[in-house]
Nanobody
Framework: QVQLLESGGGLVQTGGSLRLSCAAS????????MGWFRQAPGKEREFVAR????????YYADSVKGRFTMSGDNAENTVYLQMNSLKPEDTAVYYC??????????????????WGQGTQVTVSS
């Protein structure tokens, strides 16, 4: 079984920064890509960012482009999400996800096989 564990969430003021981490463990883990999603209260889960290990290609939601940066170390099975210039609308539970192979468009939840439990990010105004 594969486990994904997020950390780094917390409370920050508007304009502040946070860095989320996600560590994968379990059976031999070799993913095709990893992603970050978020879910705000009363809203559906939405795509935030993704890294495809082949070529190190990253994708971002328009709402976070230029403010968030996803990086990772495939050998260490760890990914990060550096979040700068945070806004109250970034408040959500952030989830890490892993895709073991290509399963479709990267911004769909169904493209991922494993999910973490989530970490809360709260941005105060």
């Amino acid at each position: 079984q594969v486990q994904l564990l997020e950390s780094g969430g917390g409370l920050v003021q508007t304009g502040g920064s946070l860095r989320l981490s996600c560590a994968a463990s379990g059976r031999t883990f070799s993913s095709y890509a990893m992603g970050w999603f978020r879910q705000a209260p009363g809203k559906e889960r939405e795509f935030v960012a993704r890294i495809r290990w082949s070529g190190g290609i990253t994708y971002y939601a328009d709402s976070v482009k230029g403010r968030f940066t996803m990086s990772g170390d495939n050998a260490e099975n760890t990914v990060y999400l550096q979040m700068n210039s945070l806004k109250p609308e970034d408040t959500a539970v952030y989830y890490c996800a892993a895709a073991m192979k290509y399963r479709g468009l990267y911004y769909y939840s169904s493209a991922y096989d494993y999910w973490g439990q989530g970490t809360q990010v709260t941005v105060s105004s």
